[in-house]
């Protein structure tokens, strides 16, 4: 069976919840489970471990790993300071950044989703547009927070890549839409497999493992049953990734 481990999404002490008020909680979001759970593969939260020794002899226990979405990434931790509300989680940030460093140097296959995608640029020595409606001319409106992940919006493969390739009877692609951040400067040894409609880069791959192995995605494949008639097959992008698990 293939360990799947999946990163965690962080919510720290609240007095006003009712539940754990008082303490910091770990947590998969379900449209997530449901999607990388499926027959063979045991997905397994990646736990807030203190003890490094203890967080590595988890991660050397998976065959592969899923960056899943969230909180901005915090501007520090691509080297620039806040331009406005947008302050993100660098708690988050160094957690899964050691996830995805031992992922890595591990040859480990590697799922970035929206938040993951963009972390994984910033590993790979990238930055990011904090708010892109606010810092690029000409983007669309990428997030709604009433509609949420019933938006989309056209997507453009590059000639002979990764995906172009797996999509290639897509006669007019879509995905879904759920970010403000984007790519600014991408991260070195990646190579573009995707722009969004409005020039935005979609999706990458890293050069040194064969396509598809370590990549990430702006858009949510989980989140594809929402309006799945009018998006790119999600399943079909996680039946390429598990390929590569030995």
């Known amino acids: ?23 910091s909680l770990s947590y998969v979001e379900n449209d997530m489970a449901n999607y990388v759970t499926r027959k063979g593969v045991l997905p397994v ?12 002899d988890i991660l050397s226990e998976m065959d592969g790993f899923v960056l899943q979405g969230g909180v ?39 799922m970035g989703i929206c938040r993951g995608f963009q972390l994984m640029n910033v590993y790979f020595g990238g930055t990011l547009y904090q708010d892109t409606l606010t810092q690029k001319e000409g983007v669309n409106d990428h997030r709604s927070a009433l509609l949420y ?37 991408l991260g070195e040894n990646l190579e573009v497999y995707a722009f969004s409609d409005d020039g ?6 890293f050069i040194k493992e064969p396509a598809g192995k370590i990549f990430g995605v702006q858009w ?25 698990f030995k």
């Open 72 to 110: 901005d990434l915090a501007p520090e931790t691509y080297g620039e300071k806040p331009i406005g509300k947008w302050k993100g989680d660098a708690y988050r940030d160094a957690f899964e950044l050691k996830i995805l460093d031992y992922a890595v140097k591990n040859s480990k296959p590697i």
């Open 149 to 185: 992940d019933s938006i989309k919006h056209p997507i453009v493969f590059t000639k002979g890549g990764f995906l172009d390739q797996l999509y290639v009877n897509e006669k007019d692609p879509c995905v879904n839409t759920v970010h403000h951040q984007a790519v600014k400067d």
């Open 220 to 244: 949510h494949p989980e989140f594809f049953h929402t309006i799945k008639s009018e998006l790119v097959d999600a399943d079909l992008l996680f039946d390429a990734f598990l390929k590569h």
């Open 200 to 205: 935005l880069i979609e999706a990458f791959g």
């Open 45 to 56: 939260l990646i736990p807030d471990i203190k003890d490094e020794k203890l967080l590595n």
């Open 1 to 23: 069976m293939i360990k799947l481990g999946i990163s965690s999404c962080f919510m720290y002490p609240d007095i006003n919840r009712n539940v754990f008020g008082a303490k």
